[in-house]
């Protein structure tokens, strides 16, 4: 186990537009990994999972480090210290590494981890929010869950193959899969493999989609031949997923605010051979007027905190703003309020988020079915997931039917 360099250099110049330019971490270690051809499996592992690993512990490794922002190339090397030493990696004799007291920074590690807040590597108002919501129990186990590395997770695609099939192939590839209990289509990976490069993936057989993600849209209850609209579609995995349950039969209306979202879904369908898809931009309120009472079921996957998700997105941690949160509440709202007329009587409605705080989830239906739109719904029942319990991302979904 030994370090090196030019691993160790493109760690913390990824670092440093991560942390200085405010740059987003999957962005930059995608194009870290481009850098050098001559990587192989290993080496790439270790600059993905090096990256990940300071972003995540950020907060940690500066106190451990006495450093704080802004954080020059000095203070990363300082940090990246740290985290090497607490991995028991033997420190090679760089300069950079000249003053680093080892056995300093195993105490303050032991005495900082006694602090919620320091050692689960969060800001302190998102320390306060959680225990405010969730309560401290829940709150402490559920932060932990959210720092630990998120599995690789694929959803069969059942329009070309069967999840026996899917496994299978990739056996083929020396790729190990295990079915998911509860899901269909799921399998997990129990060791990380680059699936995307297969030809399993590129043939269209499966998608990468967290376990939770998983259940939002077979909670819809969908059939073939309905009229189905997804109202913040984004890139698509659960559009996908809506198109396998209703066997290409029907129509679904996937929508979004942003078209180039909408173009990568495009994409995507077309590798899984989804063909009923119907593509909107939403570019003025008329489009979703047009569709008022329309639809047999409505998918508001809702735009959210993320604090379901912080094990795919750790930087979320510190880019999340406290005022966001009240800003995202508001939305929320006036989403579920406006597409929800979109229903027509008799129909379902799903309100989804990928955050496990109770005011962008519960509170926010109860809220709604108060109001005078809302008071034409019904509901029918909801499921709260937390990563300290299901071991995938944190998630809500309602189900609402209108009278």
Known sequence: MRLHRNLVFTTIDALDAIFNEGEYADKVVARA????????????????????????????????????????????????????????????????????????????????????KLRESIPDWMDELGVQELGEVIWTKEIAAQNRMADVVLRVNTLKATREQVRARLMDLDIVTEPIPHLPEGLILPERANVFMTDVFKDGWFEVQDGSSQKVAAFLEVEPGMKVIDACAGAGGKTLHLAALMQNKGQIIAMDLYESKLKELKLRARRNGAHNIDYRVIDSTKVIKKLYEKADRVLIDAPCSGLGVLKRNPDAKWKLQPEFIDNIRAVQAEVLETYSKMVKPGGKLVYATCSVLPSENQEQVQRFLQTENGKDFQFVKDEKILASESGFDGFYMALLQRK
């Open 33 to 116: 990994l481009k850098k050098d051809k001559r990587w192989g499996s290993h080496d790439r592992k270790f600059v993905a999972e090096t990256i990940y690993d300071m972003v995540r512990w950020k907060r940690l490794y500066a106190e451990i480090a006495e450093v704080k922002a802004p954080f020059d190339r000095d203070k990363l090397w300082r940090m990246f210290a740290v985290w090497a030493v607490l991995r028991g990696y033997p420190l090679p004799d760089w300069k950079y590494f000249e003053t680093t007291p080892q056995r300093k920074i195993k105490g303050r590690f032991d005495e900082l981890s006694k602090v919620r």
